[in-house]
Protein backbone atom coordinates (compact mmCIF):
# COMPACT_ATOMS: atom_id res chain seq x y z
CA UNK A 1 0.00 0.00 0.00
CA UNK A 2 1.29 3.51 -1.10
CA UNK A 3 1.79 5.93 1.62
CA UNK A 4 2.06 9.53 1.30
CA UNK A 5 2.79 12.51 4.28
CA UNK A 6 2.97 15.97 3.66
CA UNK A 7 4.59 18.70 5.72
CA UNK A 8 5.77 22.00 5.81
CA UNK A 9 2.58 23.75 5.82
CA UNK A 10 2.58 26.86 7.79
CA UNK A 11 1.44 30.49 8.39
CA UNK A 12 3.56 33.14 5.63
CA UNK A 13 2.69 36.69 4.71
CA UNK A 14 1.63 37.80 1.32
CA UNK A 15 4.18 37.34 -1.05
CA UNK A 16 6.31 35.06 0.97
CA UNK A 17 7.74 31.33 0.45
CA UNK A 18 7.17 27.67 1.51
CA UNK A 19 8.02 24.79 0.33
CA UNK A 20 5.99 21.77 1.20
CA UNK A 21 7.41 18.20 0.85
CA UNK A 22 5.69 14.70 -0.01
CA UNK A 23 7.21 11.82 1.37
CA UNK A 24 6.34 8.22 -0.08
CA UNK A 25 6.69 5.03 0.78
CA UNK A 26 4.85 1.26 -0.09
CA UNK A 27 4.75 0.67 -3.67
CA UNK A 28 6.37 3.77 -5.17
CA UNK A 29 7.66 1.98 -8.00
CA UNK A 30 4.38 1.41 -9.41
CA UNK A 31 3.30 5.11 -9.59
CA UNK A 32 2.35 6.90 -12.76
CA UNK A 33 1.99 10.33 -11.75
CA UNK A 34 2.15 12.36 -8.22
CA UNK A 35 0.36 15.60 -8.07
CA UNK A 36 -0.48 18.52 -5.33
CA UNK A 37 -4.11 19.34 -4.49
CA UNK A 38 -5.44 22.16 -2.50
CA UNK A 39 -9.04 22.43 -0.92
CA UNK A 40 -10.12 25.64 1.14
CA UNK A 41 -13.34 26.16 3.12
CA UNK A 42 -16.41 25.77 1.20
CA UNK A 43 -14.39 25.22 -2.09
CA UNK A 44 -14.16 22.21 -4.25
CA UNK A 45 -10.80 20.30 -4.44
CA UNK A 46 -8.18 21.37 -7.51
CA UNK A 47 -5.37 20.35 -9.02
CA UNK A 48 -2.24 22.70 -8.29
CA UNK A 49 0.86 20.28 -10.32
CA UNK A 50 1.41 17.14 -10.71
CA UNK A 51 5.01 15.46 -12.25
CA UNK A 52 5.13 12.59 -13.84
CA UNK A 53 7.43 10.00 -13.07
CA UNK A 54 8.26 8.20 -16.53
CA UNK A 55 10.24 11.62 -17.76
CA UNK A 56 9.76 14.07 -15.00
CA UNK A 57 7.25 16.29 -17.36
CA UNK A 58 5.61 18.56 -14.95
CA UNK A 59 1.60 20.36 -15.31
CA UNK A 60 0.77 23.62 -13.72
CA UNK A 61 -2.99 24.82 -13.06
CA UNK A 62 -3.00 28.66 -14.54
CA UNK A 63 -3.44 30.22 -10.94
CA UNK A 64 -0.10 28.85 -10.04
CA UNK A 65 2.24 28.67 -13.08
CA UNK A 66 5.06 30.76 -12.65
CA UNK A 67 4.66 30.52 -8.88
CA UNK A 68 4.97 27.22 -8.07
CA UNK A 69 7.62 24.47 -9.08
CA UNK A 70 7.21 21.08 -8.58
CA UNK A 71 9.98 18.40 -8.07
CA UNK A 72 11.16 15.26 -6.38
CA UNK A 73 13.98 13.54 -5.34
CA UNK A 74 13.81 10.19 -6.34
CA UNK A 75 16.73 8.90 -3.43
CA UNK A 76 14.32 10.27 -0.79
CA UNK A 77 11.10 9.02 -2.51
CA UNK A 78 9.95 12.72 -1.87
CA UNK A 79 8.01 15.25 -4.03
CA UNK A 80 8.35 18.86 -3.03
CA UNK A 81 6.26 21.92 -4.09
CA UNK A 82 8.03 25.21 -3.76
CA UNK A 83 5.51 27.89 -3.53
CA UNK A 84 6.59 31.69 -3.90
CA UNK A 85 5.25 35.05 -4.47
CA UNK A 86 2.36 33.64 -1.96
CA UNK A 87 -1.12 34.95 -2.40
CA UNK A 88 -4.02 35.02 0.05
CA UNK A 89 -6.00 33.31 -2.34
CA UNK A 90 -3.40 30.50 -2.18
CA UNK A 91 -4.41 29.46 1.69
CA UNK A 92 -5.67 25.94 1.53
CA UNK A 93 -4.94 22.50 3.05
CA UNK A 94 -2.86 20.82 0.50
CA UNK A 95 -2.72 17.15 -0.48
CA UNK A 96 -0.65 15.41 -2.16
CA UNK A 97 -2.22 12.24 -4.30
CA UNK A 98 -0.88 8.98 -6.46
CA UNK A 99 -1.59 7.20 -9.59
CA UNK A 100 -0.47 3.80 -10.63
CA UNK A 101 -3.30 3.07 -13.11
CA UNK A 102 -4.66 5.22 -16.06
CA UNK A 103 -5.02 8.63 -15.74
CA UNK A 104 -4.89 12.29 -17.77
CA UNK A 105 -1.65 13.53 -17.24
CA UNK A 106 -3.32 17.02 -18.79
CA UNK A 107 -6.70 17.36 -16.18
CA UNK A 108 -5.29 17.36 -12.77
CA UNK A 109 -8.68 16.00 -11.72
CA UNK A 110 -8.43 14.47 -8.33
CA UNK A 111 -10.67 11.43 -9.08
CA UNK A 112 -8.28 10.26 -11.03
CA UNK A 113 -5.45 9.74 -8.31
CA UNK A 114 -6.09 6.77 -5.92
CA UNK A 115 -3.60 7.56 -2.64
CA UNK A 116 -3.49 10.24 -0.69
CA UNK A 117 -1.89 12.14 2.36
CA UNK A 118 -4.05 13.65 5.54
CA UNK A 119 -2.84 17.28 4.01
CA UNK A 120 -0.81 20.40 5.38
CA UNK A 121 -2.29 23.74 6.12
CA UNK A 122 -1.10 26.53 3.96
CA UNK A 123 -2.38 29.92 5.29
CA UNK A 124 -1.40 33.48 3.74
CA UNK A 125 -2.01 36.51 5.36
CA UNK A 126 -0.73 39.78 6.57
Known amino acids: QLKLVESGGGLVQPGGSLRLSCATS????????IAWFRQAPGKAREGVSC????????NYARSVKGRFTISRDNVKNTVYLQMNNLKLEDSAVYYC???????????????????WGRGTQVTVSS
Open 97 to 115: AAVDGPYSFQDLNPNQYEY
Open 26 to 33: GFTSEVNA
Open 51 to 58: IRIQDDKK
